[in-house]
C-alpha cells in the first residue's frame, strides 16, 4: 500500500511522529468532529482527530473504513 497517503498520527507507545496508521477506521465524535483508529503494524493501538476533508478523503482514498 501507497503510505504516502495513508493516515499519519503519533504513537504514544514509541514517542515517533508521523507513523502511519494500518487499518485504520474513521468514526464520528460526539460533537461532530472525526476521528481515526488503528495500529502502526507493529501492535500498538493508535487514534488521531481529524477535520471533516482529511476523513473524508481518507476514506476516499481506500486507506480507511467508514464507521459513521
Partial sequence: MDTSK?????CLKTKEKNVPMH???VS???K???MAKG???KGNKMAAIMGEKAALQAIKD???KQEF
Fill in 28 to 30: 464520528k465524535t460526539a
Fill in 39 to 41: 495500529h502502526d503494524g
Fill in 6 to 10: 495513508m493516515i499519519k498520527a503519533y
Fill in 62 to 64: 481506500g486507506v480507511a
Fill in 23 to 25: 487499518d485504520a477506521v
Fill in 32 to 34: 461532530g468532529g472525526y
